[in-house]
């Protein structure tokens, strides 16, 4: 699984997903997060950033509603809390 969070520099969100995605992570060593500074809305667009921080699985993003455009701006809707991130993680995982 390939995780990958796009984030506009100094935006107030990242630290909040980045100590939720600690958390979920934490017993699970073998996964790792990249993070990508996006800085033009060009790369917004080809990297698939709907607010930051976006948070991506395998490329999709998962908590992004359908339809909303790419934007190179701090997310003005809630976070994923960690039980919506976990579940999205671990969802074909028993128990």
């Avoid at 997903?17 to 990508?36: C, E, F, K, M, S």
């Avoid at 950033?49 to 992004?64: E, I, K, Q, V, Y």
């Amino acid at each position: 699984m390939e995780l990958t969070v796009l984030v506009v520099p100094e935006c107030p969100h990242t630290a909040v997903l980045r100590a939720r995605l600690d958390q979920v992570l934490a017993d699970h060593p073998d996964i790792t997060v990249t993070w990508r500074r996006i800085t033009t809305c060009e790369a917004a667009e080809a990297a698939g950033m709907h607010g930051s921080p976006t948070l991506l699985l395998d490329g999709t993003a998962p908590f992004t509603p359908p339809g909303r455009p790419t934007s190179l701006s701090c997310r003005g809707d809630a976070l994923p809390t960690t039980d919506q991130i976990r579940a999205a993680l671990f969802k074909d995982s028993p128990g």
